[in-house]
């Protein structure tokens, strides 16, 4: 009965490389976001969507591409990988302008 | 420039000590928010508060909201083990629609031994 979830927990991946990460939530929400942590534990937002649509997009490099097939969904596609793309990435939901739940999060190493 | 800039960085206490963690923010907001984080997880949701309110209580939490100075506080009484974690501000700005961003800042590693 997990509320928001990701998958995998953990990838490991060569630079070059193309991969994806999951999330679902079952929480009914219309709004999902992905964010980025890094090292420093600085917690910054890359993307949001409301019912399937892009409407927060915070220069994020274009290899960084958001794809969204149910309002339940949204999943991030990165290519070509490099070694700052190393850290953990967040999926959150929530209704509209109010407090975020947060996944279990997928730590992602560039190696 | 970064907002929800949280001090101290790191704060070491024993159980049973009071907790006090503080946040300045440099736009104005609709609400600020608390959030918790133990290590190798997700964030999980405190308190709300918003911009027309000074103070909240959430059992032994407690927010403040200083809009004139940009600052919030939060308050943990008798702390336990337990509450060792991560903590972080996130405020989300005035206006704008209702999908607003949340911009967190650094947060603030609590430390709290036996």
């Known amino acids: 009965d997990t509320a928001v979830s990701q998958t995998p927990k953990y990838l490991v991946t060569q630079m070059g490389n193309d991969k994806s990460i999951k999330c679902e939530q079952n929480?009914?929400?219309?709004?999902m976001y992905w964010y980025k942590q890094d090292s420093k534990k600085f917690l910054k937002i890359m993307f949001s969507?409301?019912?399937?649509?892009?409407?927060i997009n915070e220069t994020v490099p274009n290899r960084f591409s958001p794809k969204s097939p149910d309002k339940a969904h949204l999943n991030l596609h990165i290519n070509s990988l490099e070694l700052g793309d190393s850290a953990v990435y967040f999926c959150?939901?929530?209704?509209?302008?109010?407090?975020?739940?947060f996944g279990p999060g997928t730590r992602l190493t560039v190696l | 420039s970064q907002q929800g800039e949280e001090d101290p960085q790191a704060l070491s206490i024993q159980e049973g000590e009071n907790a006090t963690m503080n946040c300045s923010y440099k736009t104005s907001i609709n609400n600020l928010q608390w959030y918790r984080q133990n290590s190798g997880r997700g964030l999980v949701h405190l308190i709300l508060?918003?911009?027309?309110?000074r103070e909240k209580h959430s059992g032994r939490l407690r927010v403040t909201l200083d809009t004139s100075k940009k600052s919030s506080s939060l308050l943990i009484t008798a702390s336990r083990a337990a509450d060792t974690a991560s903590y972080f501000c996130a405020t989300r700005d005035a206006g704008g629609t209702s999908y607003g961003k949340l911009t967190f800042g650094q947060g603030t590693i609590l430390t709290v031994h036996p």
């Open positions: 969507y409301n019912n399937k649509e892009l409407i």
């Open positions: 508060i918003r911009s027309n309110e």
């Open positions: 929480l009914g929400h219309d709004t």
């Open positions: 959150a939901s929530s209704p509209p302008g109010i407090t975020q739940y």
